[in-house]
């Protein structure tokens, strides 16, 4: 079966010859007439609209008392005693207390930390994440360590005093996008 291709093609040719001319109709001859009927019966309804608009404008009954106000009426206005003086004790005694609060000191630990951000084969990779860090305004440093699988670039920033310090810094390069970083103790 072949398949038939109908966009290709073409259209087939039109044969004007077939073509059987309508006789014009003798209402599309002239232009649409307008329904006269239904004109009549609209100018009626609104004659009569305003013929009961007119006979109901003076059949209001009128109000014996005048216009009935909805607001009260006003009363004259009784004079508001005069505001008493207000005297806070607080002024007065608070000057004379003291309050004293303990507040227990942190305990320094002797314990030092270090945040290791990378771990590279290349020193060049190392180089770029500390130029990194110091556009932070961090100062990191590059440590060689030799393993059983080969040497490593490590980039660390530190030591840190607390591990406050640690999250601080942390937080600031989670900032840049090095999200890779560890808090670790200080024992290099």
């Not at 044969?15 to 209402?27: F, G, L, Q, V």
């Not at 009961?52 to 106000?69: C, H, M, R, T, Y």
């Not at 000057?95 to 771990?119: N, T």
Request: glycine share 6%.
């Amino acid at each position: 079966m072949a398949q038939r291709d109908y966009v290709s093609r073409g259209r087939a040719p039109q044969n004007n010859k077939n073509r059987k001319k309508k006789p014009p109709n003798k209402r599309d001859a002239g232009p649409p007439s307008v329904p006269w009927v239904k004109v009549v019966i609209v100018f009626a309804l609104l004659i009569g609209f305003g013929v009961f608009l007119w006979s109901i404008k003076d059949n209001a009954e009128p109000q014996a008392d005048g216009p009935v106000s909805v607001l009260p009426t006003p009363t004259p206005k009784e004079e508001l005693p005069e505001l008493p003086e207000e005297e806070w004790e607080y002024i007065k005694t608070l000057p004379g207390y003291e309050v004293e609060v303990e507040v227990a000191e942190r305990e320094k630990s002797d314990k030092l930390y270090l945040l290791q951000c990378g771990s590279f084969r290349t020193r060049s990779q190392a180089e770029e994440m500390k130029a990194n860090i110091a556009f932070q305004g961090l100062e990191a440093q590059i440590r060689p360590s030799s393993g059983s699988n080969g040497d490593w670039f490590r980039v660390i920033l530190g030591p840190l005093q607390s591990k406050r310090d640690a999250e601080a810094a942390k937080h600031t390069l989670r900032k840049i996008n090095i999200t890779t970083c560890m808090i670790l103790y200080w024992n290099l």
